[in-house]
């Protein structure tokens, strides 16, 4: 296999991960009552991810220019939609383990005030020995014990369309690029567009109802169960969607050839 392939799935699998992750970071504040501060942690976390993506995309940019088997770039493609699907899932696994370990860093953050003290921490003995005490195995009981029939069906559909959206977004516009050389960088271009509905579509519809929720279970009106059944409910979304993002990649970058070919006259 290519060394640039292997580079973009190790680098995509991080930032599924990391984004996985994400989704328990409202648990965390929920449990330690410091919102803003787990945000903030987390955010450190999400630099990673930022780093993966700016090496991801002109990697993987330059594989495909220099390939002239369009049917290999595509199985390329749909191998990282499944690592992709197998982040999620692994992320989904390292949910307990990580709510564990951010809640230990919001405490310590709340008491010493400084981020350079807990990334020290973090490489120090005592930190390791912390991780390590703070490794947990999911239980069956997690799963067993939803009530599917409670989980916001509207919000995980939507949230698997903008997850099919936006990956078959991060992947079209390149695939594009091979399927007509001429438009390359107008279609590059575009994946911009297609991003930003996504984020659109998570500012308007995802972000707000999980937000409510959150201060839904402060305030006592819903049961940190209900919560986290949500945010189990969402992980799944997440990853339903990175595979429906496979019936979405190909008409979308002929839908993005098309509208190149409009912009270009």
Known sequence: MDIRVIIVLVMNFIITLIGTLGYSVRLVGVRTGKIAISFALFNIVMLVSRIAVSIQTPVLTSYVEFSTNSFEVLKVFYIIIVISTIATIVGAFLIPTFQKILAKGVIAFSADKSVSKIVLHGFSKAGVRHIKNSIAIPVKESVTSIEFKKLPKKLLLTNAIIVAISTAGALSPIYAGMLAPSYGRT??????????????????????????????????RKSPEEFRTCVIGMVGSKAIGTLMSVALLVPAAYIIVFVAGIIKG
């Open 187 to 220: 279609c590059l271009a575009l994946a911009g567009i297609i991003n930003g509905i996504a984020t659109l579509l998570l500012t308007m519809f995802t972000d707000p109802h999980l937000s409510i929720m959150t201060d839904d279970v402060i305030d006592g």
